[in-house]
């Protein structure tokens, strides 16, 4: 079964609005999750590091004020795209140890 | 900079023959990779993984090579079955980063279709 979670599995918003992502962990507790995207046609690329209890760390241009990241609990993250914008639009995915997340699907109009 | 590289985007194999997936790096501090199969729209799932103290490592019909001389690792499907078309990315990691499989820099993969 799957052993990590993501919701919703898609969204698409209006540009200028904000997205909630969340990210489960099933199966056991995790200090810590990583959040990635793919554009289409593109590789994987790791945005940031969320530590349970502390600030999450981000990859190099990845614009901590946008990409609001709380890992309120050992088996939740949360990923909040603000102020979304078209460019923005991309294929979300946590993972917790070597396990990823379905997904998630953003379209900003 | 491509520090992990999958110089083939496509793949075609006949449905019970191998299907031998290659991936070459750059960065001589990675001592953990991992494959990854993926469908479109779909979160990656973890297929092998193997680590810089070993040669091979097999489960079922995946085994995955690793030649750190050569900076290389392959993964070999035995028997292909029409079921495994999907996207292949092999991703690395250094270990002494917080763990084997925390942050981990992926290849730009590569589409594997078995033809029945």
């Known amino acids: 079964g799957a052993v990590v979670s993501q919701h919703p599995s898609r969204v698409i918003c209006k540009s200028g609005t904000s997205v909630k992502i969340e990210c489960r962990s099933l199966d056991f507790q995790a200090t810590t999750m990583f959040w990635y995207r793919q554009f289409p046609k593109q590789s994987l690329m790791l945005m940031a590091t969320s530590n349970e209890g502390s600030k999450a760390t981000y990859e190099q241009g990845v614009e901590k004020d946008k990409f609001l990241i709380n890992h309120a609990s050992l088996t939740l993250s949360t990923l909040t795209v603000t102020s979304a914008h078209p460019e923005d639009s991309s294929f979300y995915i946590c993972?917790?140890?070597?396990?990823f997340g379905p997904g998630t699907r953003l379209t900003v109009l | 900079d491509q520090q992990v590289k999958q110089n083939s985007p496509s793949l075609s194999v006949q449905e019970g023959r191998i299907s031998i997936l290659n991936c070459d790096y750059t960065?001589?501090?990675?001592?953990?990779f991992l494959w990854y199969k993926k469908y479109p729209a779909e979160g990656p799932t973890f297929l092998i993984s193997?680590?810089?103290?070993?040669d091979k490592n097999e489960d079922g019909r995946f085994t995955v090579f690793l030649n750190k001389s050569a900076k290389h690792l392959s993964l070999h499907i035995v028997p292909s079955q029409p079921g495994d078309s999907a996207v292949y990315f092999c991703a690395a990691s250094v270990s002494s980063y917080g763990g084997a499989t925390n942050k981990l820099i992926f290849g730009t993969g590569t589409l594997l279709a078995v033809q029945p």
């Open positions: 960065n001589s501090m990675f001592d953990y």
């Open positions: 193997i680590s810089s103290i070993k």
């Open positions: 993972k917790v140890q070597q396990y």
